[in-house]
């Protein structure tokens, strides 16, 4: 089907997707297959060996880039998988620009990964444009920014970020993880690259570890392309048949995530044991408007700090009922966590509760259940610990 003209909601099922040739089944088959038939050597009918591609890896890649508005996609074994091919872009010597909240596993790589390669990474505030803009050296070849942020859902000015980049002939690539391509299309504002973690809402049924990036440029594709093979972190197609199933329902998950957050972040913003709730979609946010400029809606993540110790924050998260304890976000079911002593541990105290990750931080991936279950089984946990 031809469908660069429909809306994210028709594409999202149907882009890249085509009834089989031979037998009309409707669904993308699971291509479990290394090798393929040539017709003579050297000739063959698009694919030679599967991890330089895969029928079925094909489908999802061309599925993904519909929804980013992209030319071309590329998908990896995980989102870590899609970082490091970025990363394999640079030589010794580049600086990167990055934001001083990037996802843990981001800052893992570029700090215990590729510092040993002689790269070099400065961490500043995103939100803070001249901040960016003054971190930017002759050397600098890439910006990598999030946004929304990871837990603080700070909101990152994707269209001048991006015009800093260019002025400074640097490649500015975002992690569109947090909002997705139906909330947030990066391409449209002037990025270069998207990446994503398709384990998130991509996939959204915590089922599948994958990622993808999406570009316009097909020079950019190409190297992409290049390290899909020369390196080897490509999904299966399994993996991949999981993340189609996925982005069919993106759409409708989506506005259910946003739906039930706003439910929560309102109904924390009045509660008594709470002291701060951290969501863009809220007025108070300080990444309020811009959120409302670059998104659609404001996502399913938000964060709030409880009125109350480290101890007593482990003891809500440890006894909600409905949301599961668990690292991880954007499937459809909801999970909670504490970031000082899960996802945010590796940060020193001091540097974490500077950066506003504080001990009582409680985050939350807001899933798609009924909204009332979600708040009552909050209200009883915080009630449990701090009444
Ligand atoms: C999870 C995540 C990643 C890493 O993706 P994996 O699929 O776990 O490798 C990268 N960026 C963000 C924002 C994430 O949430």
């Given at each position: 089907?031809?469908?660069?003209?429909?809306?994210?909601?028709?594409?999202?099922?149907?882009?890249?997707?085509?009834?089989?040739?031979?037998?009309?089944?409707l669904?993308?088959?699971?291509?479990?297959?290394?090798?393929?038939?040539?017709?003579?050597?050297?000739?063959?009918?698009?694919?030679?060996?599967?991890?330089?591609?895969?029928?079925?890896?094909?489908?999802?890649?061309?599925?993904?880039?519909?929804?980013?508005?992209?030319?071309?996609?590329?998908?990896?074994?995980?989102?870590?998988?899609?970082?490091?091919?970025?990363?394999?872009?640079?030589?010794?010597?580049?600086?990167?620009?990055?934001?001083?909240?990037?996802?843990?596993?981001?800052?893992?790589?570029?700090?215990?990964?590729?510092?040993?390669?002689?790269?070099?990474?400065?961490?500043?505030?995103?939100?803070?444009?001249?901040?960016?803009?003054?971190?930017?050296?002759e050397?600098?070849?890439?910006?990598?920014?999030?946004?929304?942020?990871?837990?603080?859902?700070?909101?990152?000015?994707?269209?001048?970020?991006?015009?800093?980049?260019?002025?400074?002939?640097?490649?500015?690539?975002?992690?569109?993880?947090f909002?997705?391509?139906?909330?947030?299309?990066?391409?449209?504002?002037?990025?270069?690259?998207?990446?994503?973690?398709?384990?998130?809402?991509?996939?959204?049924?915590?089922?599948?570890?994958?990622?993808?990036?999406?570009?316009?440029?097909?020079?950019?594709?190409?190297?992409?392309?290049?390290?899909?093979n020369?390196?080897?972190?490509?999904?299966?197609?399994?993996?991949?048949?999981?993340?189609?199933?996925?982005?069919?329902?993106l759409?409708?998950?989506?506005?259910?995530?946003?739906?039930?957050?706003?439910g929560?972040?309102?109904?924390?913003?009045?509660?008594?044991?709470?002291?701060?709730?951290?969501?863009?979609?809220?007025?108070?946010?300080?990444?309020?408007?811009?959120?409302?400029?670059?998104?659609?809606?404001?996502?399913?993540?938000?964060?709030?700090?409880l009125?109350?110790?480290?101890e007593?924050?482990?003891?809500?998260?440890?006894?909600?009922?409905?949301?599961?304890?668990?690292?991880?976000?954007?499937g459809?079911?909801?999970?909670?966590?504490?970031?000082?002593?899960?996802?945010?541990?590796?940060?020193?105290?001091?540097?974490?509760?500077?950066?506003?990750?504080?001990?009582?931080?409680?985050?939350?991936?807001?899933?798609?259940?009924?909204?009332?279950?979600?708040?009552?089984?909050?209200?009883?946990?915080?009630?449990?610990?701090?009444?």
């Open positions: 089907m031809d469908d660069d003209h429909h809306r994210i909601e028709t594409r999202s099922i149907h882009a890249g997707q085509r009834p089989d040739e031979d037998t009309g089944a669904m993308t088959p699971i291509h479990a297959n290394s090798t393929y038939e040539q017709d003579a050597p050297g000739e063959h009918r698009g694919y030679e060996y599967s991890r330089t591609g895969n029928p079925t890896r094909t489908d999802l890649e061309e599925n993904l880039a519909s929804l980013e508005n992209a030319d071309y996609g590329r998908c990896f074994s995980s989102g870590m998988g899609s970082i490091n091919t970025v990363l394999n872009l640079l030589e010794a010597g580049d600086h990167v620009v990055t934001g001083n909240d990037v996802y843990g596993g981001t800052h893992r790589i570029f700090t215990q990964v590729y510092e040993d390669y002689e790269l070099e990474f400065s961490f500043v505030d995103m939100t803070d444009l001249e901040a960016i803009e003054a971190a930017f050296r050397n600098t070849e890439l910006l990598w920014l999030e946004t929304p942020t990871n837990p603080l859902m700070s909101i990152v000015d994707v269209e001048g970020a991006a015009e800093i980049a260019r002025k400074h002939d640097a490649l500015c690539a975002i992690d569109n993880t909002a997705t391509p139906y909330l947030q299309r990066p391409l449209d504002l002037g990025a270069d690259i998207v990446s994503h973690s398709l384990t998130k809402y991509l996939g959204g049924h915590s089922d599948v570890v994958g990622g993808a990036l999406l570009t316009n440029d097909p020079d950019l594709d190409e190297r992409f392309g290049f390290y899909q020369a390196v080897g972190a490509t999904p299966g197609p399994f993996e991949c048949f999981l993340v189609l199933r996925g982005t069919k329902t759409p409708v998950r989506m506005d259910r995530h946003c739906g039930n957050a706003r929560i972040a309102e109904w924390l913003d009045d509660h008594r044991d709470v002291d701060r709730v951290y969501y863009p979609g809220l007025e108070s946010h300080p990444g309020h408007e811009l959120a409302a400029e670059q998104m659609d809606d404001f996502g399913g993540m938000l964060c709030f700090e009125d109350g110790s480290l007593q924050a482990s003891e809500v998260v440890s006894s909600t009922d409905v949301f599961t304890l668990a690292e991880s976000l954007g459809v079911e909801s999970l909670i966590e504490q970031p000082a002593p899960m996802t945010h541990a590796a940060i020193p105290r001091e540097e974490r509760i500077e950066a506003g990750l504080t001990d009582s931080l409680i985050r939350v991936s807001v899933g798609i259940e009924h909204v009332d279950d979600l708040i009552a089984d909050l209200d009883a946990a915080i009630d449990a610990v701090l009444s």
